[in-house]
């Protein structure tokens, strides 16, 4: 049986437990800015491509901005601390939703359909 040492301590050395999407939460809860900063370059991507699946791509950074001041105000109110990018869902697609809402009722109000 071959020696699976070197593997484990190499997984171990690329995978920390304090890089865990929960430590972070935990982190940034307290005050820590370079937390919450991780926080936001990690799943920038997943908000990211929510929002380009459902709106036009200029509007895609505006929506991230929006999540992103949600997150701050919701932080401490995150039940399951590992379940981040879940959460990051749920007011992403909710301000997809309205953007959409709001862009329908202007085009069906002005004429344009």
């Not at 939460?25 to 929510?50: M, P, W, Y």
């Amino acid at each position: 049986m071959p020696n699976l040492t070197g593997i484990s301590e190499l997984y171990m050395s690329l995978h920390k437990p304090e890089d865990d999407d929960q430590e972070i939460v935990r982190q940034a809860c307290s005050g820590d800015t370079n937390a919450f900063e991780k926080l936001l370059t990690r799943h920038k991507r997943h908000v990211g491509a929510i929002a380009a699946a459902h709106v036009p791509a200029s509007q895609v950074e505006d929506i991230a901005q929006e999540v992103c001041i949600k997150l701050y105000l919701g932080l401490s109110k995150i039940r399951e601390k590992g379940s981040i990018k879940g959460w990051l869902a749920a007011p992403t697609i909710l301000i997809v939703l309205f953007l959409v809402f709001i862009l329908f009722s202007f085009v069906r109000n002005n004429g344009y359909t």
